[in-house]
């Protein structure tokens, strides 16, 4: 074999061991291809990287201004803004939606949260309907009696003790309550009668001893009524019924 040959056998053969030197490489993650990709980071890797969790925005941005019961200011967390700052913070707001224990409370009838009408009565005769309708948000009770006055009268006409009823009148927003008043005798009878053109009717507290808030207005027929000593009134009943019966 001449030297040129020999010479070309050795080429092909550093080449050939070159080419599986280089294939080897490739396949056991040593070689340069391999290298960048455990070490570089592509472009959205990095951007995912960057951005907070969607969950972590949607808790900052509804919980921010939310208050605690007590009036201090919610925090939203750490800036990591993981799942355990959401959490804490709906936890608080929980509580400022509770609504206060005292809210439905009901209250005393009086002059501004009720309507009152007075209309006279053909049976019994001589008798006049007190109607009082609840016009508020809330119940209220009605305490005793009417303490009425009519035209410029100093005294409050006594109650008909017999009428009182077994429990407090409560009316329900809407709802009404009654108490009669009986005008003068029947017989002519009683003294010091006089026509008043006016009445003012007062509502009673819990003790029965004062008049609580507003009092009430009602009008009277134009020609006035018609009262003597005779004069007294009933306990506010729960029903019209009762009240017509004294």
């Known amino acids: 074999m001449s030297s040129i040959s020999r010479t070309r056998l050795a080429a092909v053969a550093a080449t050939t061991v070159l080419a599986a030197l ?10 340069t291809q391999d290298e960048g990709r455990a070490t570089g980071t592509s472009p959205s890797a990095t951007a995912a990287s960057h951005s907070p969790a969607p969950s972590a925005v949607t808790d900052r941005s509804s919980s921010t201004d939310s208050t605690d019961s007590t009036g201090s200011t919610v925090g939203t967390g750490s800036s990591g803004a993981g799942s ?12 400022v939606a509770k609504a206060p224990s005292s809210s439905g409370k009901p209250v005393t009838c009086e002059g501004s949260t009720v309507r009152t009408v007075a209309a006279p009565l053909t049976r019994p005769v001589n008798h006049m309907l007190l109607t009082v309708t609840n016009t508020g948000s809330r ?4 305490y005793g009696y009417p303490a009425v006055r009519f035209g410029e009268a100093q005294a409050v006409p006594p109650v008909i003790e017999a ?11 809407g709802e009404s309550g009654y108490a009669s008043v009986n005008l003068s005798a029947t017989d002519g009878s009683s003294a010091n ?27 009277l027929p134009a020609q006035g009524t018609y009262v003597d ?6 306990y506010w009943q729960q029903s019209m019924d009762d009240a017509v019966t004294w």
Do not use: I, M, W
């Open 229 to 234: 000593d005779a004069l007294k009134v009933t």
């Open 84 to 95: 355990a700052g959401g959490t804490t913070t709906s936890a608080k707001r929980t509580s």
């Open 22 to 31: 280089s294939l080897t490489a490739c396949d056991d993650g040593t070689g």
């Open 139 to 142: 119940s209220c009770y009605l």
């Open 193 to 219: 009668g006089y026509t008043a053109k006016t009445l003012t009717v007062y509502f009673q507290g819990r003790s029965g001893n004062e008049s609580v808030g507003r009092s009430a207005h009602p009008s």
């Open 163 to 173: 009428s009182q009823p077994q429990a407090v009148v409560t009316l329900a927003p």
